[in-house]
């Protein structure tokens, strides 16, 4: 039974139970996943991309990032109704509403301008044209079947993953002791940090911010996984046919 009082945020997904997200188990989950993107930012920050791209090297990794995120984004959906004391289903896993779709079509929209603009702007302040790592790879691919490769899992598999990680475990574990803006600076700053490029962490930030706004908003995780995925399109397009604005 709920904890009427128990809840900092009274609404959301509705009162929260005096014993959601506590012991041992939580912060060891939570810990270990943002302490992994933590490490992976940091080593980031001490290594190069590389100068050329072999195709089937890129496969590999996209198979091993596949298969670890993969893992994880199962460890969350298995735990966490026993970690927040609600079901899937009352943290957002149902069939998304036409108003859903229409909200997370806005929340891309708004994104795109958040997050493309963010960059623009620290691009300006650091006269730089400084572009993340893996677009710099991106663009030094040129066989057809590993850009195909890349943008399904873009587009189709990364938008899932880190909805499941950013906004369905952070967020509402953030939303849990601090409220709104509590879950999206938690979810928003380990969403930026996760891209693993230190000039795009806080446009990133803000765009995660921005999807945090659209599951608060609709209640259902689909919506900001649709955001994502029309983010994630939206940048592959550019790359792909107009590079120069990219």
């Known amino acids: 039974m709920n904890d009427s009082t128990s809840a900092i945020s009274p609404v959301w997904p509705t009162r929260w139970p005096k014993d959601s997200f506590k012991g041992f188990w939580t912060w060891l989950a939570a810990g270990f996943i943002a302490l992994l993107f933590i490490g992976l930012f940091v080593l980031s920050l001490t290594s190069k991309p590389p100068t050329s791209v072999n195709p089937l090297e890129f496969d590999l990794l996209i198979a091993f990032q596949f298969v670890l995120e993969g893992i994880l984004v199962a460890i969350v959906i ?8 609600f079901s899937l289903r009352e943290l957002g896993f149902r069939a998304p509403t036409w108003s859903n779709l229409g909200i997370a079509l806005l929340g891309a929209f708004v994104m ?12 300006y302040l650091a006269h730089s044209q400084h572009q993340q790592d893996i677009i710099q790879i991106f663009k030094g691919l040129h066989n057809s079947t590993t850009i195909a490769i890349f943008a399904a899992f873009a587009i189709l598999f990364a938008p899932f ?36 490029d230190i000039f795009a962490a806080v446009p990133l930030a803000l765009g995660g911010v921005v999807l945090c706004g659209v599951y608060y908003r609709t209640g259902n995780i ?8 029309l983010f994630n399109a939206v940048s592959i397009v550019a790359l792909l046919f107009i590079p120069k604005v990219a």
């Open 161 to 196: 993953a880190e909805e499941t990680f950013f906004r369905l475990l952070f967020f509402n574990l953030g939303v849990r002791y601090g409220g709104f803006w509590g879950g999206a600076i938690l979810s928003g700053v380990l969403f930026g940090i996760a891209h693993g």
């Open 222 to 229: 689909f919506a900001p996984m649709v955001s994502h995925a």
């Open 78 to 85: 298995l735990t966490l109704p026993a970690l927040s004391k």
């Open 112 to 123: 795109v301008i958040v997050a493309n603009g963010g960059a623009s702007l620290i691009d």
